[in-house]
Every structure is written in structure tokens, then in C-alpha cells.
């Protein structure tokens, strides 16, 4: 099947895009998790609310394992954050005491509760970014009013650089990821690594539908044989079991990964089952306004495994000033 002969096909036209900086500062990129858990105030796990800044958060983790004395796997938190930022996410450990344990320069507690269960991956509901947006030589330009539209739900380089799927697709390679066969039980190579390495080549081939859909400018919109989630079309994250998808929709999905059968085949066979992630995304509640010194401020929220750089990189050039830090 030829894309560029699908009827309705559009190539999105290049368009020269405002230039911006982004992370000048740790306070020029706040985040803010929303996790929406009754706590019910007893139990042996104690959450903290951690405003943290030039720290990752596996450090305040390991911080924590080690002032609590517990193994570091015991120690839960539902994302990861950025260490060139301003961070506030909730982290849980089975402590008994209701007092923050930590003098850790650039973290402190802003809060305290109690639960019955651990903090798990993606149990947070919303991250709320404050982002300012500095060096903007016309702050006019029309295209910064689209910053709060839908925009393609790419993975970001944080999850899918070049240096992450080279490693992840040499470890794949070494064939010790483990089977899928009920009889024999998987292999965890290497710890948390395992999971990431997979975590990096279903983001990949996410990564490669949605370019194909951007191509055909239908991203944003239901075509035949689509699953929707919330009203917007999805892409698969590749596993075990048939695509969700059919027709048009699915052809689009095999030509966008003919390319990838090997990895797609092993994928299947490391356990993972199929699912669905949205191609689209819009922000919640956007705001933008323009400061007296001439910096842009944006506020919207985004839900878990969404990327506020996707979201900028549809409508901006930035320069990442933490990455010349």
C-alpha cells in the first residue's frame, strides 16, 4: 500500500516556527503532580510531598530507602520528574514515623499522609507544568496561539533517543529478555533495566505509526478501522495478541512497522500484551500570557506519559539551556 495514494492523504507543509528558550532556570520549568487518592490515614506506608530541584527522582528515592532502611525497591512514586526543574511528586515508603527523614539539599517535604497501599507507577492523574518560555524574538507570532491545540502525542528523546533504542535494540539482540512461555519464567537481565529497554522499543514503534499519521494529516482524526480512547485515535503499544485496529487504520500501522517485524516479533515474545495509546493529545486548562520583561508563561496540565516538549516541539524551536549546564 502506497500512503502517499491514500485518498485524503495530506503532507503537512514545512513552516518556519518561532524560536524560544526553555530551562534558563530551574524555576522556568515547574511541575506539579495531582494524584487523586483517598489516603486513608492509617496503614504502615508514609507519603511524602517532595518539592525537589536539581535532583532526579531516583535520587530522593534512594535518599529515602536509605534514611527509612529499607530495600530501594521498597520505596514507591508514580513518575518520574525532571532534575532541571522545579518538581513536586508524592513518594511513598513503609516508615512509621509521620516526620520527613531527610536533609537533602534541594528537597524539602511539603506535606505528610498516611495509606494502607504503596505508591504505584502512573497512579497520579495530571501533571500541572508552569513553563516559561524566554529569548522569544516576536511574541506575536501566530503560530504560539496554537500551543494549547491538540498536538501529536509523540514519546519525547527523554524515553526515545538515538543512544536510548541503540542500547535497548543491542540488549534485545542478546536474546536475554525472557519468554513468554507460561512453562518458563521470564528473566529480569539486569533489574529495572529490562523494563526500561522494553519500555523504549514500544515508544519507538509508537513513535513510527504516529509519524505516518502525521504524514497523512489524520492524526488528530478517526479514520476507518479506528480504537478510540476519549474521543481521538490510538496507536498500538506493541506486545502479545491482535492489533485492536482493522482496516485502513491497521494497514497504516503495518506499513508504518514492515521495517520492524524482528522487533516487533520480539516484543511478543517477551510477555508484554498489546495495548493502545492515544495519537493525540490536548492540554487541560492552557493558559499563556506574556510577563513584563517579555517571557511567555504557559500553564496547562497533561496526563501521565504525555510530554510537555512534544507538546512545545509542534509549534517552537526551543533551545534546552540545562542541557549546556
Known amino acids: 500500500m502506497q500512503l502517499d495514494n491514500v485518498p485524503g492523504s495530506v503532507v503537512i507543509e514545512e513552516r518556519p516556527l518561532p524560536l524560544a528558550h526553555i530551562k534558563r532556570r530551574p524555576a522556568d520549568w515547574r511541575v506539579s503532580e495531582q494524584l487523586d487518592l483517598v489516603f486513608t490515614g492509617v496503614g504502615e506506608h508514609a507519603y511524602f510531598y517532595v518539592e525537589k530541584e536539581r535532583l532526579n527522582t531516583a535520587d530522593v528515592a534512594a535518599a529515602l530507602a536509605q534514611a527509612c532502611e529499607v530495600p530501594g525497591h521498597f520505596v514507591g512514586y508514580a513518575g518520574l520528574k525532571d532534575k532541571h526543574a522545579v518538581t513536586r511528586q508524592w513518594f511513598s515508603v513503609p516508615f512509621a514515623e509521620d516526620e520527613w527523614p531527610l536533609e537533602l539539599a534541594g528537597a524539602r517535604c511539603l506535606q505528610v499522609q498516611r495509606h494502607s497501599k504503596k505508591l504505584r507507577r502512573g497512579q497520579h492523574t495530571l501533571n500541572r507544568f508552569e513553563i516559561c518560555l524566554s529569548g522569544l524574538l516576536n511574541d506575536n507570532d501566530p503560530q504560539l496561539d496554537r500551543l494549547g491545540e491538540v498536538f501529536p502525542n509523540y514519546f519525547g528523546p527523554q524515553r526515545t533517543s538515538s543512544n536510548n533504542i541503540n542500547q535497548a535494540r543491542q540488549w534485545l539482540a542478546k536474546g536475554q529478555w525472557g ?29 513510527k505509526v504516529l509519524e ?16 478510540a480512547q476519549q474521543g481521538l ?42 495495548a493502545r495509546r492515544k495519537l493525540a493529545e490536548r492540554p487541560h486548562e492552557f493558559v499563556s500570557e506574556i510577563s513584563a520583561n517579555g517571557e511567555m508563561l504557559l500553564r496547562f496540565a497533561l496526563p501521565p506519559g504525555v510530554f510537555a516538549t512534544t507538546l512545545l516541539a509542534n509549534n517552537l524551536q526551543f533551545v534546552d539551556d540545562s542541557l549546556h549546564r
Open 179 to 207: 519468554s513468554a512461555r507460561p512453562d518458563r519464567p521470564r528473566q529480569r537481565t539486569n533489574g529495572g533495566r529490562r523494563g526500561w529497554h522494553l519500555s523504549v522499543l514500544r515508544s519507538m514503534l509508537f513513535n
Open 233 to 274: 485515535p490510538t496507536g498500538p503499544l506493541w506486545g502479545r495478541g491482535r492489533s485492536a485496529s482493522s482496516g485502513r487504520a491497521q494497514e497504516i500501522e503495518r506499513c508504518a512497522l514492515a521495517d520492524w517485524a524482528d522487533t516487533c516479533e520480539a516484543l511478543e515474545y517477551t510477555g508484554l500484551n498489546q
Open 212 to 227: 505516518q499519521r502525521v504524514r497523512l494529516h489524520n492524526y488528530a482524526q478517526m479514520i476507518d478501522g479506528d480504537v
